[in-house]
Nanobody
């Protein structure tokens, strides 16, 4: 089973920046589409950004122009560069990926444990 581990969260002032990382580890697998979600207290989990294996991206309107999703397929790692952060960006950020295991062959969805982002002065 592939494991996803997020890092890079923390406390930042409004207008600041953070870079989140999501590293995948395991044996004999491929990673297809990867996504960042976030969940603020009392809210439903929200899709923030998506990136395909070939690098096509899509971002939510609420973060468009401020957040950039990217990935390094050689490192099995996805990133979320967050600029011009606002208090409403405060949430737990989760990475998600469509995984294809080779042995035995199976497809499934993996989730990370989440990393907290707090935007506050």
């Amino acid at each position: 089973q592939v494991q996803l581990v997020e890092s890079g969260g923390g406390l930042v002032q409004p207008g600041g920046s953070l870079r989140l990382s999501c590293a995948a580890s395991g044996r004999s697998f491929s990673i297809n589409t990867m996504r960042w979600y976030r969940q603020a207290p009392g809210n439903q989990r929200e899709l923030v950004a998506t990136i395909t294996r070939l690098g096509s991206t899509n971002t939510a309107d609420s973060v468009k122009g401020r957040f950039t999703i990217s990935r390094d397929n050689l490192k099995n790692t996805m990133y979320l560069q967050m600029n011009s952060l606002k208090p409403e960006d405060t949430a737990v950020y989760y990475c998600n990926a469509d995984i294809g295991d080779y042995v035995p062959p199976r497809d499934y969805e993996a989730w990370g444990q989440g990393t907290q982002v707090i935007v506050s002065s």
